[in-house]
């Protein structure tokens, strides 16, 4: 069908389908608001289509392969064959679900579904152009928009995505074949957690990094067993350098490194670069993982008068309205945390200002979790944080080696730990390390949510033997009464 330059008009123009902007859709559907939605590529966006879901599928399946083949203490001798091209369908098969899934309940909450790219050609006026020969484009005249138009992953000079051994996640997680080796670019949660699958699937995988440890921005307890898995795992590290360049070899490619300016070796004192020589690596495939940058350039903001900040994110306020009443901004375009359940709940908040409810972004209760081997969770602020905003903190920790359930998973290295304010024993944050450490994390994001105390958390019955009983443990130890282990 040609589509010619008709113009509509609707109360909400939602732009970009992913979790910020499918779940804003929704919800306005939900309080009864004409609302169209606009995609211009996958319904669900980076999240559902080449982020959270299929890396996190990745990281089960080869989970699976990894322990079943390294569970000799157990009694079982394995050796699992990998079929990656038939790991990558079955992935592609949960992503298809999601995805027409968060199709059918656009429609069934009365969203109005348009294909094409969406740009603001005035205050109230956007051109949505629909793609291949002939197809056009059209108007639509808006009471309201949210920018939902998320992140592209950022490219660094010499390594161009379209060439083919120059790798972004999305490539990665779509190749069909386990590459002999790779490098990775950046040890950030993207590039960690992709180092881990290649590492489990038997790829000989470098990570280079320009600082001087993995997960720039985490405290180092946290790191520290996830460092030592990747290690045990075969991964080699290589910090303090930035990739530069890479050229054709026979076998392969070869990659050249530069010292990074004022960076230091893990753990170690800042060198000059110049003490330091250029590294050269000899690899099959480059993943780049060096971060993300918002999607705003493209969508011609200043047609409706938006800002944005020198990074191209749009600032937007407690409501996520952004310097323009009419117009709001969610998810990774309007700023970090880039994660999709930040999108999400600020897709709704926006979605229920714009009916007229009162609602405002709280991000005191934002959880956050990193899917390495094993996991982190984190929630709220740590004893640092806490200090540095005027509080008197107890803190308390609990081993994982010194959980029965964690034995029975032979899976001890980590911990748990909570911080709280002294006076009032309220629950400011905790920090996890374990394996699902992803959902353990959510029950003390429920106690900040709450503002329930370690004592309440403490006197929570946990099921036995569970995990969670490390969060139990943790805050008795805040108490000084863990049964589990010593309390200091
Ligand atoms: C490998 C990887 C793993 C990740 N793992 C996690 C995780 O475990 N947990 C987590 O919380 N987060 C994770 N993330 C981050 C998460 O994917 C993002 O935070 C989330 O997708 C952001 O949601 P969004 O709605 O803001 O944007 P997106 O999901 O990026 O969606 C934006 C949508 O807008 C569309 N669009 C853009 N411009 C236009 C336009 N002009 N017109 C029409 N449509 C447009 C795009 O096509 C896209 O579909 C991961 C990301 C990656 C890359």
Redesign the pocket.
């Known amino acids: 069908m040609v589509v010619g330059d008709v113009t509509t008009g609707t109360d909400l123009l939602v732009?970009?389908?992913?979790?910020?902007?499918y779940v804003a859709a929704i919800r306005a559907g939900q309080l009864d608001l004409d609302v169209t939605l606009?995609?211009?590529?996958?319904y669900?966006?980076?999240?559902l289509?080449?982020?959270?879901i299929p890396?996190?599928a990745m990281i089960t399946a080869t989970d699976i392969a990894h322990g079943a083949g390294n569970a000799e203490a157990m009694g079982i001798h394995a050796d699992p064959a990998v079929d990656l091209s038939q790991m990558v369908d079955w992935k592609d098969g949960v992503v298809d679900q999601l995805t027409s899934g968060v199709e059918k309940l656009c429609k069934a909450n009365q969203v109005t579904l348009l294909e094409?790219?969406?740009?603001f050609a005035g205050e109230h006026t956007a051109r949505i152009s629909h793609s291949g020969d002939g197809q056009g484009s059209e108007s639509i005249e808006f009471e309201h928009a949210i920018v939902?138009?998320?992140?592209r992953?950022i490219e660094i000079p010499g390594f161009d995505y379209d060439d083919e051994p120059v790798l972004d996640?999305?490539q990665a997680?779509a190749l069909e074949s386990v590459p002999d080796s790779l490098v990775v670019v950046g040890a950030g949660?993207?590039g960690m957690?992709?180092a881990s699958v290649f590492a489990k699937l038997g790829t000989d995988v470098t990570v280079i990094e320009m600082l001087d440890s993995i997960l720039p921005g985490y405290d180092d307890d946290l790191k520290r067993p996830v460092k030592q898995r990747a290690t045990e795992l075969g991964i080699d590290f290589e910090f303090g350098y930035t990739a530069s360049a890479w050229h054709e070899e026979e076998a392969g490619i070869r990659l050249r490194a530069e010292p990074a300016e004022g960076a230091a070796t893990d753990g170690g004192q800042a060198d000059a670069a110049t003490d330091r020589e250029p590294i050269e690596l000899d690899t099959k495939k480059v993943l780049v993982a060096v971060g993300?940058q918002p999607?705003s350039e493209?969508?011609d903001l200043d047609a409706v008068g938006v800002d944005t900040d020198d990074r191209g994110f749009i600032e937007t306020d407690s409501h996520a309205r952004t310097t323009v009443d009419h117009v709001f901004a969610?998810?990774?375009?309007a700023g970090e945390p880039?994660?999709?359940?930040?999108?999400s709940m600020e897709g709704q908040v926006a979605a229920e200002v714009i009916a007229g409810e009162p609602s405002a972004i709280d991000h005191q209760a934002m959880p956050a979790?990193i899917?390495t081997d094993p996991e982190i969770g984190t929630v709220g602020m740590t004893a640092s944080e806490a200090h540095e905003a005027g509080f008197e903190t107890i803190v308390g920790e609990f081993p994982l080696r010194a959980s029965g359930r964690a034995l029975t998973l032979d899976e001890t290295d980590g911990f748990v730990k909570i911080v709280a304010d002294e006076s009032e024993g309220y629950v400011l944050g905790a920090q996890i390390v374990a394996p699902e450490a992803s959902e353990l994390i959510a029950e003390l994001g429920l106690a900040i949510e709450l503002g329930a105390t370690v004592e309440d958390v403490a006197s929570t019955v946990h099921t036995h033997p569970t995990l969670s009983e490390a969060v139990m443990e943790a805050a008795e130890n805040a108490l000084g009464h863990a049964i589990h282990t010593l309390n200091r």
Do not use: Q, W
């Not at 732009?15 to 902007?21: D, E, K, L, N, R």
């Not at 289509?49 to 959270?52: F, I, K, L, R």
């Not at 880039?338 to 999108?343: I, R, S, T, V």
């Open positions: 732009i970009g389908a992913g979790p910020g902007g606009v995609e211009k590529d996958a669900g966006g980076t999240c289509n080449h982020g959270c890396s996190k094409g790219t969406a740009t939902a138009t998320g992140s992953p996640s999305k997680l949660y993207i957690e992709l993300r999607v493209t969508l969610v998810g990774d375009v880039m994660l999709a359940h930040k999108g979790a899917f």
